[in-house]
C-alpha cells in the first residue's frame, strides 16, 4: 500500500538556521510529490510540486525540494528560516485517477529567535 | 486565485444528528476531495468525485456519505453523527490530476 513517512513530529531550529525536513513514501509507480504547509487555523497551501524531469524544485517562499528515487525520499529544504515560518508541515503522494493525496503525518516546526 | 470555500469553520452538534458539511469550488475544477485531520495521523482521505454524481470511497469512509450535484458543490453528510467523528474537516478541488486547493476547513465537535 502507498504511504508517507516524516520521521520528526516537531523540529524546532533557530531564526536565520537552515532547515530540512525529511519524507519517504512507499508508491511503486513514478510518483507526483507534494509539500504542503498549513498555519494554525488555515487551511492547505502548496509549497511545491514535482511531476517529472529536475529533481530539484523550488517553491514559494524560498523552499525547495529533492527528489531522490534510489532512496524514496522527497525532503524540503530552506537556507534561512524565518519567524514565519513556524507551522506544520505535510509531505503527500499522489495516487491513481484524479491524483488522490496521500499525506504523512506532518511536521511542526517550531523557530526560536 | 482559486477558491475553495467550506460553509462553517466552526460547528458543535449532538450525537446522532444529521450533520451536512458544504465545500464550494469557483474554478470549474473536475476533482473534489473530502479529508479528516486528526492529531498525529495527517490528513485521510473520506470520499472524492471526479464529476458530478461520480463518487469513490477513500480510506475512511465509514459512516459518511457524500453528494456532487453540480460540479462547484461537493457536500459531506454525517448520517448519525458520533464523538469519534469530532475532527477538522478538509475539503479540496483540483483540475484533472494536478495540485489540490484546499478550504479553510470545518472544525467539528460532536457532543
Request: with cysteine.
Amino acid at each position: 500500500a502507498q504511504s508517507v513517512t516524516q520521521p520528526d513530529i516537531h523540529i524546532t531550529v533557530s531564526e536565520g538556521a537552515s532547515l530540512e525536513l525529511r519524507c519517504n513514501y512507499s508508491y511503486g509507480a513514478t510518483p507526483y510529490l507534494f509539500w504542503y504547509v498549513q498555519s494554525p487555523g488555515q487551511g492547505l497551501q502548496l509549497l511545491l510540486k514535482y511531476f517529472s524531469g529536475d529533481t530539484l524544485v523550488q517553491g514559494i517562499k524560498g523552499f525547495e525540494a529533492e527528489f531522490k528515487r534510489s532512496q524514496s525520499s522527497f525532503n524540503l529544504r530552506k537556507p534561512s528560516v524565518h519567524w514565519s515560518d513556524a507551522a506544520e508541515y505535510f509531505c503527500a503522494v499522489g495516487i491513481g485517477y484524479g491524483n488522490k493525496l496521500v499525506f504523512g503525518a506532518g511536521t511542526i516546526l517550531r523557530v526560536k529567535s | 486565485d482559486v477558491k475553495v470555500t467550506q460553509s462553517s469553520r466552526y460547528l458543535v452538534k449532538r450525537t446522532g444528528e444529521k450533520v451536512f458539511l458544504e465545500c464550494v469550488q469557483d474554478m470549474d475544477h473536475e476533482n473534489m476531495f473530502w479529508y479528516r485531520q486528526d492529531p498525529g495521523l495527517g490528513l485521510r482521505l473520506i470520499y472524492f468525485s471526479y464529476d458530478v454524481k461520480m463518487k469513490e470511497k477513500g480510506d475512511i469512509p465509514e459512516g459518511y456519505s457524500v453528494s456532487r450535484e453540480k460540479k462547484e458543490r461537493f457536500s459531506l453528510i454525517l448520517e448519525s453523527a458520533s464523538t469519534n467523528q469530532t475532527s477538522m474537516y478538509l475539503c479540496a478541488s483540483s483540475l484533472r490530476a494536478n495540485e489540490q486547493f484546499f478550504g479553510p476547513g470545518t472544525r467539528l465537535t460532536v457532543l
